[in-house]
């Protein structure tokens, strides 16, 4: 038993010194292979766990939901510029002043996202949802539908679109795959996104403005 505690700790010192201290080539890659099996197998699991989704961190890929200015934005200039587009769907300043997130969010922002309860959504919330389209689409959600059986339709538009898309009408419960709890880190996600985003058409590749 004795012997077998010595060579654990031997190898618990040579584990942490090649993780911390080994400033090798052979410590980087050691160290950057062990933090990415932590970060996926432990800590995507976890917070799947305490956030009920599959999904818990949500990297903003467009501009669909941009408010000029993103955190410094002045609300009320905004939607004095989207008013009317909100009138044609019965949603007003006040109302939409209460929404979560009513300031949007840029490209590049991380979300919390946590587990959407179709029973508890309301008109204001922003939804993450499946689509025909290769990732999940994150938007906000403009009515709701009751279904004769009990079900519920939600219907969602981005705050920096035109219009509504013609995949976000009727949204069920089935293609929910959580709600946009708060802006955990903005800007941060373009750490991944430049790998990425040059491969976007011209109007779709970066920074934001308003439409």
């Keep these: 038993m004795v012997e077998e505690g010595r060579n654990f700790g031997d190898f618990f010192k040579k584990f942490w010194f090649l993780l911390w201290k080994d400033n090798s080539f052979k410590g980087w890659i050691f160290s950057i292979v062990f933090l990415f099996v932590i970060i ?30 993103n ?13 009317i587009k909100y009138e044609n769907i019965r949603i007003n300043q006040t109302e939409f002043s209460d929404f979560p997130l009513r300031k949007g969010f840029n490209k590049g922002d991380i979300l919390l996202i946590t587990r959407a309860n179709p029973e508890k959504i309301e008109v204001g919330d922003i939804i993450i949802f ?82």
């Design 130 to 211: 499946q689509s025909d389209l290769k990732n999940p689409i994150i938007h906000r959600i403009i009515s709701i539908k009751e279904k004769t059986d009990g079900s519920r339709v939600f219907s969602t538009m981005g705050d920096n679109n035109n219009g509504q898309l013609p995949f976000e009408k009727e949204i069920t419960e089935e293609q929910l795959v959580g709600k946009a709890s708060f802006k955990l880190a903005p800007y941060a996600g373009w750490i991944k996104l430049v790998f990425f985003d040059w491969k976007k058409s011209q109007t779709e590749r970066g920074f934001c403005v308003e439409n």
């Design 71 to 83: 955190i410094l934005s002045n609300f009320n200039d905004w939607f004095q510029k989207h008013e």
């Design 40 to 69: 996926k197998f432990v800590f995507f699991p976890l917070m799947s766990l305490v956030t009920g989704t599959a999904l818990p961190l949500a990297i903003v890929e467009s501009c669909s939901m941009y408010h000029e200015g």
